[in-house]
Each structure stands twice: as structure tokens, then as C-alpha cells.
């Protein structure tokens, strides 16, 4: 078992060259040629940018899961964060994104990266729920010396009875989902210390709440006793 997590390790690392290789071909051939494409060539394009950002998706994810690594400890801008995380976001032509983010926040001590992660599950979430149709409000502010970052949405909501699952490993109700995402966010904000918590009611919609301390007790990279 331990060699095949090894090489599946291995084989999803080596994946990632490829797929970014993609990105940024992808990325240059859109940016450069989109008015001299017809409307059939630059859907297709779009399918391939999907499917090269899901798979990198699920590449994060299982290695996320799978070798969980410690935080890397810097001062971080939640906000700079918020939009780095966002701006790699495929947000569909119905749906909208709205942020409100205090200014002069004071730099957390985070890994920015495993933030990013966070942000973009969280948020492709919200997305997919709302299947093309609604908004997802991003807010972030001080509160008694945390910084707590809110995500809301307008989608369908979550039964009372599914709400306890959703943080399970593996647990989805999509028929594409791995179900790795939200349990991956909680071991990402557990590891910063802070809190996560979700509301949602059926029909209305879902919000997420996370609470990240302003500075972490464990050393950067090291032993996490707290
Ligand atoms: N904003 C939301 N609105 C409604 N349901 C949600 C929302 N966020 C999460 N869920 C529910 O929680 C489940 C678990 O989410 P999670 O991100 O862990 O897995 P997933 O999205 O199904 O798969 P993936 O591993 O691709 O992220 C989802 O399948 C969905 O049913
Ligand atoms: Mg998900």
C-alpha cells in the first residue's frame, strides 16, 4: 500500500507539468487569437480550459488529502490572497461573484498557497451549486482579533440531513465530485488554528464562515503540539 501511495504521489506530480503546460498555451492562444475565432472553436477552448482545471483540481485535492503538508508561515494580505484565489476562478456567465473586503486588515500568519486552495473549493462549491443561475458574496473583516472570511450564496441550500456529511473525506452528492474538497478545507483552516463552520437552509442558500487567528503558535514547518 505504502509503495502504490507513493506512485500514485509520484504519478499525479508528474501530471501537473502537462496540465500547467496546457494552462498557459491555453491561456496565450486565447488571449492572443479570441477575435479571429468563430463561437464553435473558442467553445471548445473553453471545454479544454475546464477539463484541464478540473483535473488540476482533483490533482490538488488528492495530494492535499493524501500527503498533507504543514503550513509554510508567512505574513499574508487576506485579501491579496482572496483575489489571487478568485481570479483563477471560471465564474459562468450567469453567475456572480461579489466581494467585500475590509481594507487595512492587519497580514495573518498563513501559507498563502493552502489558503488559495481553500478559497478556490469553497467558492467552485458555491458555483456548482448554483448550476450558471445566482451570487456568492466573499466578504472579509476583523473580528475580536481573528479575521473571519464569509462566503455566501444563493443556491439551493443543504438538507438538515446531508449537513453533518459534508465535511466527511469522499462524501458528494455529485456525479463527478470526489468529495475531497470541503474536508480538505477543514484540515487546511485546522492547521492554521482557526474555525470553520457552514449554515444553510434548503431553498435559500449556504455560508460558510471561517475565523483565522492573527498569528499561528506553531513554528513554520515544525511540530504542531497546540
Ligand atoms: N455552497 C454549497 N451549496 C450547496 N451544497 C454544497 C455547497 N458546498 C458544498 N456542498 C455539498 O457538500 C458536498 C461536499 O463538498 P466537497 O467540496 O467536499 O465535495 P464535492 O464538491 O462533491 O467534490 P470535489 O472533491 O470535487 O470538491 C457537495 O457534494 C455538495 O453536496
Ligand atoms: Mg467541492
Redesign the pocket.
Known amino acids: 500500500m505504502m509503495v502504490l501511495g507513493k506512485l500514485a504521489g509520484m504519478v499525479l506530480h508528474q501530471l501537473r507539468n502537462p496540465l500547467n503546460i496546457m494552462k498557459t498555451s491555453l491561456y496565450y492562444v486565447i488571449s492572443s487569437y479570441s477575435d479571429k475565432m468563430d463561437e464553435r472553436m473558442k467553445k471548445h477552448l473553453e471545454m479544454i480550459e475546464k477539463a484541464v482545471d478540473s483535473s488540476d483540481?482533483?490533482i490538488e485535492?488528492i495530494l492535499g488529502f493524501a500527503r498533507p503538508r504543514e503550513p509554510v508561515l508567512e505574513n499574508v494580505d487576506i485579501n491579496h490572497v482572496a483575489r489571487t484565489a478568485l481570479a483563477d476562478i471560471l465564474v459562468p456567465p450567469g453567475t456572480t461573484l461579489e466581494t467585500e473586503f475590509s481594507e487595512d486588515l492587519p497580514a495573518i500568519q498563513a501559507d498563502p498557497l493552502l489558503l488559495i486552495q481553500m478559497f478556490k473549493?469553497?467558492t467552485?462549491?458555491?458555483i456548482?451549486?448554483m448550476k450558471g443561475v445566482g451570487t456568492i458574496r466573499i466578504g472579509t473583516r476583523l473580528k475580536e482579533g481573528w479575521i473571519e472570511v464569509s462566503?455566501n450564496?444563493n443556491?439551493?441550500?443543504?438538507g438538515e440531513d446531508?449537513l453533518p456529511r459534508?465535511?466527511e473525506p469522499l462524501?458528494?452528492?455529485?456525479s463527478?465530485?470526489?468529495?475531497?474538497?470541503?474536508?480538505l478545507?477543514r484540515l487546511i483552516v485546522y492547521k492554521h488554528e482557526g474555525e470553520i463552520t457552514v449554515r444553510?437552509r434548503k431553498g435559500y442558500?449556504?455560508i460558510?464562515i471561517i475565523l483565522l487567528p492573527l498569528a499561528v503558535r506553531a513554528s513554520t514547518g515544525g511540530n504542531n503540539d497546540g
Open positions: 483540481k482533483l485535492d473549493n469553497i467552485i462549491n458555491a456548482e451549486a462566503f450564496d443556491g439551493p441550500g443543504i446531508m459534508i465535511f462524501f458528494s452528492t455529485k463527478r465530485g470526489t468529495g475531497l474538497g470541503l474536508s478545507c444553510s442558500g449556504t460558510f
